[in-house]
């Protein structure tokens, strides 16, 4: 039965009541209610506000998710006998005293998130819910990997790290848990957090109309409300909360070669030298389990990988750097290292009754150690002293929700959870997080100032801080590979920037047109692996036909052309949290063309390239293009935004678009990132409606010295009414690799006479306005190969990459 307080008490709800006292404190406030619950409202800056609720006698702090502490902020606060109201610069909380209910307004009034007043926070047993008002058209983006579309009006999710092989394509829950999303109504959005890591449920008007709400099975109910007007910036204010990626060493942004398994030695030095023979750009050999002896993490096979640094040395040579993978489980077996040790230096996860818990995975019987237990990350840096003293930098972590045979974890399994102590109910979900964390800084301890590449499968809000995800254990088909790319886009909405698929797909096997397709696709993915399972026919590039391996060959180039500008989105990433992937929704926000099914794939790559994923046996498709100018990548053909058009994609052209006014930094395609040995930068300058401003980074892409000024910085400015371009001077104290700038113009019809360049003029051919003649000596860098698949080649101006200012005029 409901009262107008909200629900009555009774064995099946209890309300969180009508509010008893409040009293100030210098962060918020903090309250007490008639049914004994009490709750404590934190500023952590003008456009986040943390709401926790909790029933027991403290409150639960502690978060693996959380790296911000609140700001030493000034907000205003008013209380009557039937409100209390809180007012930030950005944002007004408003609570109802008598139901203690919690909703939040711009300062004008209007409604962004409330409380849906009869029901509010409540109890049903341990779970606790907070339910809010559904509003009409009301949208929800987020929560990281999740199936579905982009708008998950009318779904409901949970979060439980789960090992799904396989998954298909409305599977819920996979690998990894952010409880984070944004909604989106009457041209406002705002971002929610719910930081608990128990198995948590999120509603969006899923089999009902009237709320959306979210809740944990256990514990307290702690979430941020986040309020920007812009949806990136939403993003970004959460990865303020959770962290910010580190920038990754530039070779683990280049493309990878998996399989479940290479094996012998020999086997992965032929795959290495087939790439470097069939001139097919690459970084990246991936080891998979059977390096392993018997599979047993931080061993080498002896008979299949007798000599493995030898190996690693001899994969360096030719510009690849090798990751290997590794599971948590420690086989039991006297004698063996690793289990030996653990077992001696108590780092395994324990029963209630202090017997080590056993589970069956790759190995055997194991042990698992305790990743949320702190001297345990000691130990796994030690562990791990026999890969990075041979040489490996980069590592990859699996089956680490825990994945076990029989997929059911006893709950009563206990973790330190860094002293406080916790069930499998509660650290579950932040133990492949924890794993992560413990192999990054571990590794990066041991490589002694070289970045790191770490990968996992499972993770939780804030996982980014120290490693790059991917999709798990995918399928070869269409409706995966399209899926893949939503998976991709939705983590990144979440703080992870870091994320890809299996290229081609892991389970089942790929055709010709299939594996093409998905190489293109992939090509524009932050993480980009090629990864096929056992038993599976052979998945390299070369694997299908010639035809397939020109297409790969020529997409793999033109990502390793673009990387100057790849390399700036994921230093935009470490810098801001906004994603390299970037779906519609970000930038596009209330365009309701974005959410329909026909185009919610669609992603920009980068700030400036859309991607338009089609699948393998479509060779026309609806693109919508959405509001600016756009402009066909490889044929320079110009389109008006907000409008649906008919792209040609015949299995060789993805149809791929760049935004009007973009400036896209790229170089000449090479074999290795680890060995760049190019020394012209082409500038690709679109014309456009809007001002634009680009951050051009670069560093030596291997160290932290880029923290400390270590960097190369140019401020782009491009203004296309005054048809000018500046290139502000450097900041920084490194120097750029590139001697020499290539400036290509796309677009730009109004060209005068001359184009100057810090005043050295250049004639232009009005019969063809692009055809740029030096009135100097000066050698254009006439390019003569015609690579298969390019950007239109147009002529260009070609000048000294001095470290002052650059003032370019037409």
């Known amino acids: ?80 006998s039937e409100e209390a109201i809180i007012t930030t610069n950005e944002v007004r909380l408003i609570i109802n005293k008598d139901t203690t209910s919690f909703s939040f307004f711009t300062h004008d009034g209007n409604p962004i998130l409330e409380d849906d007043p009869k029901f509010g926070t409540s109890w049903i047993g341990e779970q606790v819910t907070t339910y809010k008002k ?49 909604g989106i109504h009457s041209k406002l959005a705002y971002g929610v957090f719910m930081d608990n890591s128990h198995k948590t449920h999120f509603n969006f008007g899923a089999s009902n109309r009237r709320f959306s709400s979210f809740s944990a099975d256990q514990g307290d109910m702690c979430y941020y409300f986040i309020y920007h007007k812009e949806v990136k910036d939403i993003i970004s204010s959460y990865t303020s909360l959770t962290g910010t990626m580190q920038l990754p060493p530039l070779w683990s942004l280049g493309y990878q070669q ?61 510009g690849f750097k090798v990751v ?52 345990v990350h000691d130990w796994w840096q030690e562990q791990m002293k026999v890969y990075t003293d041979i040489g490996v930098e980069g590592y990859w972590n699996d089956m680490n929700e825990i994945a076990t045979w029989g997929q059911t974890l006893p709950e009563l399994i206990e973790f330190d959870f860094e002293g406080i102590k ?101 090509a524009f993915a932050p993480f980009f692996r090629g990864h096929s399972m056992l038993n599976s026919k052979d998945s390299e590039p070369w694997a299908y036909g010639e035809e397939v391996e020109e297409i790969s060959r020529n997409y793999i180039k033109l990502r390793y052309k673009l990387m100057p500008y790849i390399y700036g989105a994921f230093y935009e990433a470490s810098e801001k949290g906004i994603p390299v992937s970037r779906s519609l929704a970000i930038d596009y926000t209330h365009d309701s063309h974005i959410y329909d099914e026909n185009y919610y794939n669609q992603y920009l790559f980068g700030s400036s390239i859309l991607v338009a994923p089609v699948a393998s046996k479509v060779s026309l498709t609806k693109v919508y293009l959405p509001d600016g100018e756009w402009y066909d990548l490889f044929t320079d053909t110009k389109y008006d935004g907000r409008q649906e058009i008919i792209a040609e994609c015949p299995i060789e052209r993805l149809p791929v678009f760049v935004k009007g006014s973009a400036i896209i930094p790229m170089q000449e395609a090479i074999d290795t990132l680890s060995n760049n040995t190019n020394e012209i930068l082409q500038l690709h300058i679109y014309d ?33 009414f005054k048809n000018e371009l500046i290139i502000h001077a450097k900041k920084g104290d490194y120097s750029s690799q590139y001697k020499s700038i ?65 003032n370019i005029n037409w």
Request: with cysteine.
């Open 688 to 720: 456009g409606l809007e001002n634009n401003e680009y951050n051009y980074h670069e560093d030596d892409g291997t160290s932290y010295s880029y923290e400390n000024e270590g960097y190369y910085q140019r401020q782009i400015e491009l203004t296309p």
């Open 1 to 80: 039965m409901l009262q107008e307080t909200g629900l009555k008490n009774s064995n099946l709800n209890i309300a969180i009541g009508s509010v008893l006292s409040i009293d100030r404190q210098s962060e918020g406030i903090f309250g007490t209610t008639s049914n004994g619950a009490k709750f404590k409202i934190s500023v952590f800056s003008q456009h986040i506000i943390k709401v926790h609720i909790t029933k027991e006698d403290e409150f639960n702090e502690h978060s693996f998710a959380v790296v911000q502490n609140p700001s030493a902020i000034e907000f205003d606060y008013i209380e009557t």
């Open 258 to 318: 998996c399989r479940y398994s290479y094996r012998p030695d020999k086997e992965v030095l032929s795959v290495a030298n087939t790439f470097r023979e069939k001139d097919i750009p690459a970084d990246v050999i991936v080891l998979d389990i059977h390096y392993m002896e018997k599979y047993k993490i931080f061993t080498w096979d002896k008979q299949d990988f007798p000599n493995p640094k030898a190996l690693v040395k001899k994969l360096e040579d030719q």
């Open 134 to 182: 559904l509003r009409e058209n009301e949208r929800f983006i987020g929560l990281g990997e999740k199936t579905g579309p982009l708008d998950r009006r009318g779904h409901g999710y949970q979060n439980w790290n789960t090992d799904h092989f396989g998954y298909p394509p409305d599977s819920d829950p996979l690998y990894c848990s952010t409880p984070f999303y944004i």
């Open 422 to 522: 916790a069930t499998t109910r509660q650290a579950r979900n932040v133990y492949g997080m924890q794993m992560a964390k413990s192999t990054y800084e571990g590794a990066k301890k041991n490589l002694k100032g070289k970045r790191v590449f770490n990968l996992t499968r499972a993770g939780f809000s804030g996982v980014q801080r120290y490693a790059a995800v991917w999709t798990g254990d995918n399928v070869a088909d269409d409706e995966h590979m399209l899926l893949g790319v939503r998976l991709v886009n939705s983590l990144g909405i979440t703080g992870i920037a870091f994320s890809g698929y299996d290229v081609g797909g892991f389970a089942g096997n790929a055709d010709e047109k299939l594996f093409a397709r998905w190489i293109s696709i992939g």
């Open 742 to 806: 290539r400036l290509y113009l796309h677009g730009f019809k109004n060209l005068k006479g001359t184009i100057s360049v810090n005043n050295v003029d250049y004639k232009v051919d009005h019969e063809n306005f692009m055809h740029l003649t030096p009135i100097s000596d000066f050698d254009p860098f006439a390019d003569s190969k015609e690579p298969a698949l390019q950007i239109k080649n147009l002529p260009f101006i070609a000048f000294e990459n001095c470290n002052e200012t650059i």
């Open 324 to 375: 290997v993978i590794f599971d948590p489980g420690i086989k039991i077996e006297p004698g063996y290292s690793a289990y030996d040790s653990g077992k001696e230096n108590d780092v395994f996860v324990k029963y209630p009754d202090g017997e080590n818990y056993e589970g069956e995975v790759w190995a055997g019987w194991c042990n698992f150690p305790d990743f949320t237990k702190t001297d």
